[in-house]
């Protein structure tokens, strides 16, 4: 039996329909000053995990609702996200977030941040890692912090602790990851500087260059690494620089990024250029 035309053309249109089908609209969110500073967050440190933006930006609320309002933020099209390749609680893995062309003009719109200048897109496969375990440090001072073990923490990454330094320093190109400063209960402000080991810097084409440009500022140097074996390399091909310098060992210290995570800052090992170990706490002759 022949089906009559108008069957023929519905079924044409509804074929036409699912085919075509409407992308869903971005849902629209007001930003409250907590968003911002999410946005801010993404800014400074390119991509953050949730669980790390959570810490940061909603430390007063559960981590499921920050979740819930990090997701917000993503379905405005103010952030995008994709896998961090670690894993949360059962196995589920951890969305890093990452600003796009909207989250940056909202930027530039609350802080006066050029939003042409701001990084947007998702991190290279390569450098996400990396971008996180500079959070984890700065969390982990934070953690300090909370416990009166340092006071009037300021963490500041590489690209606006350098634009501060232009004025002086114009011809440096290195830069440290971070810069941090704080101060010790009873003592004086000091600033350091926070470098995270990729375990890929080669000796005179990038670590060297990258060390006497550091020790031009002054500051103290902190050195993350991947491994062990790794300090004992890098403390090889750092003393000669020091004593160049005229510096001692302490000048340059190196802990494990596992360790620091789990032990915290002042409770990982810290090794001397020479080898000898700090916890970097202040002696007591530095009080008087």
């Not at 990090?70 to 059962?90: H, I, V, Y």
């Amino acid at each position: 039996m022949p089906v009559p035309l108008d069957m023929h053309l519905q079924g044409s249109f509804c074929l036409m329909d699912k085919l075509a089908k409407p992308k869903p609209k971005k849902k629209s969110l007001v930003l409250m000053q907590r968003d911002i500073w999410a946005l801010v967050q993404l800014y400074l440190h390119r991509t953050v995990a949730s669980s790390q933006l959570a810490k940061l930006c909603f430390p007063d609320i559960s981590y499921e609702t920050a979740r819930k309002r990090l997701r917000r933020l993503q379905q405005a099209g103010f952030t995008g996200s994709t896998s961090s390749g670690r894993m949360e609680g059962r196995g589920r893995p951890e969305l890093i977030y990452f600003l796009t062309t909207a989250g940056a003009k909202a930027l530039e719109q609350n802080r006066g941040i050029s939003w042409e200048s701001i990084p947007t897109g998702p991190p290279h496969t390569y450098h996400k890692e990396h971008f996180l375990r500079l959070v984890d440090v700065r969390l982990a001072m934070e953690d300090a912090e909370g416990k009166s073990l340092l006071l009037d923490l300021e963490f500041t990454t590489g690209r606006e602790f350098w634009k501060e330094l232009a004025g002086d320093l114009t011809n440096l190109e290195e830069q440290a990851d971070a810069t941090i400063a704080f101060r010790y209960p009873g003592l004086e402000p000091i600033k350091v500087l926070l470098e995270i080991d990729t375990g890929n810097f080669r000796q005179t084409r990038h670590w060297e260059p990258k060390i006497k440009a550091f020790l031009k500022t002054g500051f103290p140097i902190w050195v993350v690494t991947g491994s062990a074996p790794r300090i004992a390399t890098l403390r090889k091909w750092t003393q000669p620089l020091l004593e160049e310098a005229g510096v001692g060992p302490g000048k340059c210290v190196f802990t494990v990024y596992d360790e620091l995570v789990e032990r915290g800052i002042f409770g990982s090992t810290w090794q001397r250029t020479d080898g000898s170990i700090t916890d970097l706490r202040p002696k007591l002759s530095d009080k008087t």
